[in-house]
């Protein structure tokens, strides 16, 4: 339980409004067994936009073949087989003192009939 404190300092309350807390190993593991997050996407940020910021898409379009198929980090020497992408994420509003950038990074299967589990890693490099 959190100090009344701390929950004033978070900004924690718990109005009737939908939006709900709970453990993640006593809870929510043992009722779901995926989630699925779902955000805005490029255009319609750009058209609830309200200030100067530009928001730019970059697609890298890859698959998983037989070649290209890693794994996962429990076997590193086929996981490095994996699809790998750099970028970098530069001051968006050099006219501004914040030095932060904000990213949204979304993989998806464009084959619906046959879903398998996919994950990604961030790695600074």
């Known amino acids: ?3 009344d404190s701390v929950k004033k300092e978070l900004g924690l ?3 009737d409004d939908g939006e709900f807390y709970m453990d993640f190993n006593l809870d929510f593991l ?3 067994g995926e989630i699925e997050i779902v955000h805005k996407t490029p255009a319609s940020m750009m058209e609830q936009q309200s200030s100067n910021r530009k928001y730019e898409v970059i697609p890298f379009h890859g698959a998983w073949t037989e070649e290209t198929a890693g794994g996962c980090l429990n076997d ?3 996981f490095v087989k994996n699809p790998q992408y750099m970028f970098s994420l530069t001051d968006p509003d050099p006219d501004d003192d914040e030095m932060t950038c904000s990213v949204i990074i979304s993989l998806s299967q464009k084959i619906k009939k046959e879903k398998h589990d996919i994950g990604f890693r961030i790695y600074q490099v």
């Open 1 to 3: 339980n959190l100090k």
């Open 76 to 78: 590193i020497r086929n």
């Open 30 to 32: 043992k009722y779901f």
């Open 13 to 15: 309350t718990f109005d």
